[in-house]
Each structure stands twice: as C-alpha cells, then as structure tokens.
C-alpha cells in the first residue's frame, strides 16, 4: 500500500520535527519520568494534539491516517510522548468529536486541540480491566446535577488532564448495560490523583489512579445517551487500537534503525557484523514484521477514514505491531550484545516501551477475541 503525496508530506514534516524536538529529550524524559512543558506546547503548535479535529473546532482538519503517521514517527523517537499524544487525540477527542453534542464540541474541542486542556480516558478501575462490565464508579442523578464515585486505574495522562471521559454506572446492573459516560473537568471538587504508578517502560508518560469522591457535574456533562457508555467505549477504543499500534510500529522502527547503525559500524572478525549472513536473516525478519505492522495500520485507518467496518483491522493491526514491537525490541538488544543491555545505548529503553504496548488498549488476548469474534460471525 502506497502512501498518497499529502501523507508523504505529512510525514516528512512530523520526522523533521521529531528528530529536531523529540529524539534530543528523549534520554531525559525516560530517566527523569516526565514530559516537559515546552515539548507539550511545541505537539500543540504544529496541530499535533488536534490533528482530526475538524478546523471549525481549532484543530489542524487532518484524518485518521495523519493521526497515525504522526504517532508513529513521534514514537520512533520518544515513546512516551507518542502515547501522550495517542491517548490525548484517540482516547480524549474522539469520543466528544462522535458523541458530544455541538455545545459539548464547542466547549471543549479547541482548548483540547490548542493543548491548553488534556484529555484522558476513564474505564478501568482496581478490579475492572479487561471486564469492563464488572466496574462499579456510580453516577447518581441528583435531579439538577450528577454526582460521581468512585476510583480509576491506569490512566495515561492522569497527572496533565484537564478533561476526562469517565465512565459509570447510572443503573446498578450486573453486566455493561447500566453504563454511561461523563465529560469531568478536573478542576472539579472531589477529583484527585491517589497514586502515580512507577512503570517498566514509557516513564515519560504519566499512568495514574484517579478518585471521583461526591464529583459533582451538571447534567450536560452526559456524553452520548444515558446507558449508551460502553458503545461509546468499545467505539472509542476500536480507534484507539490504531494509535497504540501506530506507538508500536514507531517503537520497533526506533530500534530496528538503530540495530542497522550499529551492526554495519561494530566489527568483529575483522567486517563489520552486518556482513555476517546470520545477522542479515535477523534484520530481514525485523524488517519484514515491521513492514506487515505497517501495512495493517495503514488498511485499518484507511477503513476509519471511509467510514467502514473496522474493529477487526484494528485489532489486527494493534496484535500484530504489538507483538511484532517486542520481538523486534529483544533482537536489537541480541544485536547489540552487551552494550543493548546498557542505559548509554537506547535499544534497552525501547524494549521496555514496547512491553506495555502488548497490554493496554486491549490486551493481545482481547485482540485475538476480538477478531476470531468478527471472523466467526462472517461465516455462516
């Protein structure tokens, strides 16, 4: 599959900026475990935070295949800020830009697009992950306003966000027919972070758990329609599943680049490692995998942009570049022998990104769920 001019372009522009920008923080965001301001503002500023969100709402009018072309190349660099972005457009966005009401767009869209307000995506909770039907945040209707309680897991953005989809129960049922999703501001009263998780890899990116205590919201602040949230759920995660394959794909071109450096300047026996035959089947493997990730990711968001049937791809797209991330980030280390092993040498650090990408989102087994689920029901 052949990129058109316009993504071509597209991509030439997010490379520059990410090899200019990101690639040189890289190192410090990993160790340091935080993003820094001035790389939110620059994401902002080059339409990166808005960039399917339609011009009449502040953001930069692309679509679905320039969102993932973006993550991808940030993530090359910077896995960290490449899901900061994901989550932030695919997790916080989307769902307002497909469900909200016009004044729900208007409020919130530009200052999301602009950077100036976060967004991050409420679903999982201590003993709700995979199960998303068994959560049980409540959303009582207070006859004026909605009050919320309840306690979220692993949420990426939690520490920057200033606007959350949360998701809860409006009817107490055992299963996910009683949820419903809310637009929470956090500047609200009864809204905190608990904790601020230390994790194996992606450390730039802030993953919290999050506390609604008595959060207060109007009654416009029901996103979609009441005990319609886990649509809205599943919806919104089928179109994120290609922006944290497109992190994925990013992650295993990161360290496949490098693994070629290094491989064709080390010599042993006197050549260089890259003139070995058995060096050279490991990087045909690498590449190829990485170019079926690709392939996946580009048909999956071709399908979203025309407005067709897409969860299988999605799911397709995501387990393969997942997988493929991890496979390709263990041989870049086996390359590069003792010196991958290393902090001075940055394949070790994009092992450990890769990791997380074969968990969120989705696990690999959901993924598999998923698509035996939509090929089962194809054949009759």
């Given at each position: 599959?052949?990129?058109?001019?316009?993504?071509?372009?597209?991509?030439?522009?997010?490379?520059?900026?990410?090899?200019?920008?990101?690639?040189?923080?890289?190192?410090?965001?990993?160790?340091?475990?935080?993003?820094?301001?001035?790389?939110?503002?620059?994401?902002?500023?080059?339409?990166?935070?808005?960039?399917?969100?339609?011009?009449?709402?502040?953001?930069?009018?692309?679509?679905?295949?320039?969102?993932?072309?973006?993550?991808?190349?940030?993530?090359?660099?910077?896995?960290?800020?490449?899901?900061?972005?994901?989550?932030?457009?695919?997790?916080?966005?989307?769902?307002?830009?497909?469900?909200?009401?016009?004044?729900?767009?208007?409020?919130?869209?530009?200052?999301?697009?602009?950077?100036?307000?976060?967004?991050?995506?409420?679903?999982?909770?201590?003993?709700?992950?995979?199960?998303?039907?068994?959560?049980?945040?409540?959303?009582?209707?207070?006859?004026?306003?909605?009050?919320?309680?309840?306690?979220?897991?692993?949420?990426?953005?939690?520490?920057?966000?200033?606007?959350?989809?949360?998701f809860a129960k409006t009817k107490k049922t055992p299963d996910y027919k009683g949820i419903s999703a809310f637009i929470v501001?956090?500047?609200?009263?009864?809204?905190?972070?608990?904790?601020?998780?230390?994790?194996?890899?992606?450390?730039?990116?802030?993953?919290?758990?999050?506390?609604?205590?008595?959060?207060?919201?109007?009654?416009?602040?029901?996103?979609?329609?009441?005990?319609?949230?886990?649509?809205?759920?599943?919806?919104?995660?089928?179109?994120?599943?290609?922006?944290?394959?497109?992190?994925?794909?990013?992650?295993?071109?990161?360290?496949?680049?490098?693994?070629?450096?290094?491989?064709?300047?080390?010599?042993?026996?006197?050549?260089?490692?890259?003139?070995?035959?058995?060096?050279?089947?490991?990087?045909?493997?690498?590449?190829?995998?990485?170019?079926?990730?690709?392939?996946?990711?580009?048909?999956?968001?071709?399908?979203?942009?025309?407005?067709?049937?897409?969860?299988?791809?999605?799911?397709?797209?995501?387990?393969?570049?997942?997988?493929?991330?991890?496979?390709?980030?263990?041989?870049?280390?086996?390359?590069?022998?003792?010196?991958?092993?290393?902090?001075?040498?940055?394949?070790?650090?994009?092992?450990?990104?890769?990791?997380?990408?074969?968990?969120?989102?989705?696990?690999?087994?959901?993924?598999?769920?998923?698509?035996?689920?939509?090929?089962?029901?194809?054949?009759?």
């Amino acid at each position: 599959m052949m990129l058109a001019e316009q993504y071509k372009e597209i991509r030439d522009m997010v490379k520059k900026f990410s090899d200019s920008e990101v690639a040189p923080l890289a190192q410090k965001i990993d160790h340091e475990g935080h993003l820094p301001k001035e790389i939110i503002g620059k994401l902002a500023e080059n339409g990166f935070l808005g960039s399917y969100v339609p011009e009449e709402y502040g953001g930069a009018g692309m679509d679905y295949m320039s969102y993932a072309l973006i993550v991808e190349e940030i993530s090359r660099n910077c896995a960290s800020t490449g899901v900061f972005v994901s989550a932030h457009t695919s997790l916080g966005i989307w769902p307002i830009l497909n469900f909200g009401t016009e004044a729900q767009k208007k409020k919130y869209l530009p200052k999301m697009a602009a950077g100036e307000w976060i967004g991050c995506f409420c679903l999982s909770e201590p003993n709700a992950g995979s199960d998303a039907g068994s959560l049980t945040t409540f959303a009582e209707d207070k006859g004026d306003h909605w009050e919320i309680n309840g306690v979220k897991n692993w949420i990426t953005n939690g520490k920057e966000a200033g606007v959350c989809i949360v998701f809860a129960k409006t009817k107490k049922t055992p299963d996910y027919k009683g949820i419903s999703a809310f637009i929470v501001e956090t500047s609200t009263p009864g809204f905190s972070i608990i904790k601020e998780e230390d994790k194996l890899g992606i450390r730039g990116s802030s993953t919290c758990q999050l506390a609604f205590d008595k959060v207060k919201v109007p009654k416009d602040a029901l996103l979609g329609e009441p005990e319609k949230g886990f649509r809205i759920a599943m919806a919104t995660l089928d179109g994120g599943r290609i922006g944290i394959a497109s992190q994925a794909l990013g992650i295993a071109q990161g360290a496949f680049d490098y693994a070629i450096r290094y491989t064709k300047q080390r010599v042993q026996f006197g050549a260089p490692l890259s003139d070995l035959q058995g060096i050279q089947f490991m990087l045909a493997d690498m590449s190829t995998k990485i170019g079926a990730s690709r392939l996946l990711i580009y048909h999956a968001s071709s399908l979203k942009d025309a407005e067709l049937p897409y969860s299988k791809e999605s799911a397709q797209a995501k387990l393969m570049a997942s997988e493929s991330a991890m496979w390709v980030t263990t041989k870049a280390i086996q390359l590069c022998g003792g010196n991958g092993y290393t902090k001075e040498y940055p394949v070790e650090r994009y092992f450990r990104d890769a990791k997380i990408t074969e968990i969120y989102e989705g696990t690999s087994e959901v993924q598999r769920m998923v698509i035996a689920s939509n090929e089962l029901k194809a054949v009759h």
